[in-house]
């Protein structure tokens, strides 16, 4: 089985419409074909510049256009930036996320996030960053800097996002996508579920996502966090199943990259979260706060770790010039702080 960018609709639309166990099953074998298994690579997100922003996301707190009573916050100074990084790193993470609430970066903005790059990347962790639209310069200068990740997130489909976002087009979305893999820098791009959304908006996003010149090297799969004020604050809650297809339909057709169970956890019990593993998500965001919402308490992940004998993860796996997998070895652990467990939980098992 080879890496494929030409998935048609139809093959998609297949995958969503196997019997739940079959869809686990093959996203399963799909992931112990090209993932090590039983290990899930763990970054912590941070707030760099918070609420205020003038896009209007209907999904988001931090639109200046809603009332979300969110407390505003302008960029953070670089030592803030650090010591939380530091911390990150000591709990066992090996990602850290800096997102901004930035319709696109001023310069004097991005200056200031270039030096944040550069001191979370001489603690030894890798770094991405979501900091809205940017443009071929401004992405070359992140790379410059040192940038390993950037995240921007094509959120739904594009028929959908008419519906979800009027102040930047999908088109937008998709330029930010090129300039930042032309400057060669990794790509974190995925959605969010349980917007309203019907399942051939899911099965488009997919496809899309699946069908770029490359795929994302970390794609997120979000849960909406419903948060009071934002128009999205009273959609239905979504089947807990129709979110794991969507991870193990992400899993098989876009077998090398991570796939990260990001918001939503804080509403899943730990029996769902075994399921998304199952289903081929191998990433996680780790730490008490998303960008503005909760995520589950650290201890809880640490125990749910353990319980499961889940690794945390080597960043080198994500790598797009990592070797090839194929044999289903586990890269070697690094960095896994509070994560390390028990011996005997072999990862290569
Ligand atoms: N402003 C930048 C942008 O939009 O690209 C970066 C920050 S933005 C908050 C990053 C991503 O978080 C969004 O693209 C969206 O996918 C996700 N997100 C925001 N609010 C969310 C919510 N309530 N539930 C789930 N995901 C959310
Ligand atoms: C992504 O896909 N999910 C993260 C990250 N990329 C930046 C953000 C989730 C935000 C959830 C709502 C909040 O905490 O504000
Ligand atoms: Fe702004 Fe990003 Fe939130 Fe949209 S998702 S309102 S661009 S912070």
Aim: aromatic share 6%; hydrophobic share 40%.
């Amino acid at each position: 089985m080879s890496v494929r960018n030409d998935w048609t609709l139809a093959e998609v639309e297949e995958l969503f419409d196997l019997p739940f166990m079959d869809l686990v099953f093959k996203a399963h074998q799909v992931h112990r074909l090209f993932q090590a298994p039983n290990t899930v690579q763990i970054s912590t997100l941070l707030s760099i510049k918070t609420g205020a922003c003038p896009e209007d996301c209907a999904y988001c707190p931090q639109s200046v256009r809603f009332d979300t009573g969110l407390e505003v916050s302008e960029l953070l100074e670089l030592e803030e930036v650090a010591v939380r990084a530091r911390a990150a790193r000591d709990a066992g993470a090996t990602r850290f996320c800096m997102g901004a609430a930035y319709r696109s970066p001023k310069p004097k903005d991005l200056r200031k996030v270039v030096a944040m790059i550069r001191a979370v990347k001489d603690l030894g962790l890798e770094t991405c960053a979501t900091l809205g639209m940017v443009t071929p310069d401004q992405a070359l200068e992140l790379k410059a800097a040192g940038l390993d990740f950037y995240n921007h997130n094509l959120d739904t489909s594009s028929r959908y996002y008419e519906k979800i976002i009027s102040t930047r087009t999908y088109q937008d979305r998709l330029d930010t996508l090129q300039a930042v893999r032309d400057a060669g820098i990794n790509v974190c791009c995925g959605g969010i579920v349980g917007m309203g959304e019907n399942p051939q908006d899911r099965v488009e996003l997919l496809h899309t996502l699946a069908t770029l010149p490359e795929h994302p090297q970390s794609v997120p799969i979000n849960q909406l966090v419903r948060v009071a004020g934002t128009p999205l604050a009273n959609a239905a809650a979504l089947d807990p199943f129709d979110f794991v297809r969507m991870i193990a339909v992400a899993r098989i057709l876009m077998p090398a990259s991570h796939v990260r169970l990001s918001a939503g956890r804080a509403e899943m019990n730990d029996e769902l979260q075994a399921l998304c593993f199952m289903a081929g998500a191998n990433s996680i965001f780790y730490g008490e706060k998303l960008l503005t919402t909760g995520n589950p308490d650290t201890q809880h992940d640490q125990d749910l770790f353990r319980r499961l004998k889940i690794r945390a993860g080597s960043p080198r796996a994500e790598s797009p010039h990592a070797e090839s997998r194929s044999d289903g070895a586990a890269p070697t652990a690094r960095g896994a702080g509070s994560f390390s467990h028990a011996p005997g939980a072999s990862v290569a098992s």
